[in-house]
């Protein structure tokens, strides 16, 4: 198993310099989760942090290997306004995650589709004074943060009878910048146009790919990534999912040699590694 660039007691310390030294900062904290600390805010996207999707297929024919160690136990994570959740997938959407975290945070609230409401309940228990919800096209502001719902195809636009979107990205705003999560997405039609209208500063981008031969939904690769990143406009692109689980993974070089090729200013971090914004 690959060791996380830090971790635990590391990982903390460099949380608390940051935020002691009033410094913007960026963690990837594996798979799809990032720690996002500005000034005004802290904002925790998808948060993995638990051995849940290994446990649950352990004994099956889609075993989730973890590749890279856990950066954190999220019962040690503290400080944190906002906690989203994109879509409804472990990897996204994490029982064994989330509750430690809103335990640990109790002002912090959990942004989640509209759509999923009902799924978030019945997973997490009562939790309603917790949650913020949103649609794609829609703004909430949180604790000063301004955030946005953007459409994710995962593989699809998928939609509830009422016309809301089960998947997500997410574009926060706060102390001046614009960061982009993606959740888990393709490329599909309207994306590079509504995200262009952000410029976001930074653009945080899926690259395990779309293979239907691992039996699950698929994203976009590091090529796509990285065009996606430079046709909206992004300051910074940052790599995610991958170096989680061996079936479902991809090496970073591809999506950094074609930001390179065209010109767009790229970041592969490594778990547990940080940031200055």
């Known amino acids: 198993m690959k060791p996380a660039f830090q971790k635990d007691d590391a990982l903390l310390a460099d949380i608390t310099r940051a935020r002691a030294e009033g410094r913007s900062r960026l963690w990837w904290l594996g798979q799809s989760g990032f720690l996002l600390h500005m000034r005004s805010g802290t904002v925790l996207f998808d948060p993995y942090l638990s051995d849940s999707l290994t446990k649950k297929y352990a004994d099956s024919d889609k075993p989730h290997t973890r590749i890279t160690e856990r950066v954190i136990d999220p019962a040690r994570l503290t400080g944190i306004d906002i906690i989203t959740s994109s879509h409804n997938h472990t990897d996204h959407f994490d029982a064994e995650t989330l509750l430690p975290l809103l335990a640990a945070n109790p002002r912090a609230r959990l942004l989640i589709p509209r759509a999923n409401r009902a799924f978030v309940l019945e997973r997490l228990g009562k939790v309603e004074e917790k949650l913020v919800e949103v649609d794609a096209g829609e703004r909430v502001t949180v604790a000063g943060v301004e955030l946005h719902g953007v459409p994710a195809a995962h593989n699809t636009v998928e939609r509830d009878e009422r016309g809301r979107c089960h998947f997500l990205g997410y574009v926060a705003r706060l102390d001046g910048k614009t960061v982009y999560h993606s959740g888990d997405t393709l490329l599909h039609d309207g994306l590079v146009r509504v995200l262009s209208a952000f410029m976001p500063d930074v653009a945080l981008v899926p690259i ?54 065209l010109g767009q200013r790229c970041r592969a971090l490594r778990n547990g590694e940080g940031m200055d914004l």
């Open 208 to 261: 395990n790919g779309n293979r239907p031969e691992r039996r699950v939904a698929g994203n976009l690769d590091g090529r796509e990534a990285a065009l996606l990143a430079y046709e909206i406009s992004a300051g910074v692109a940052v790599p995610h999912h991958f170096d989680m689980f061996e079936f479902n993974t991809a090496s970073p070089d591809e999506f950094v040699a074609e930001c390179r090729g």
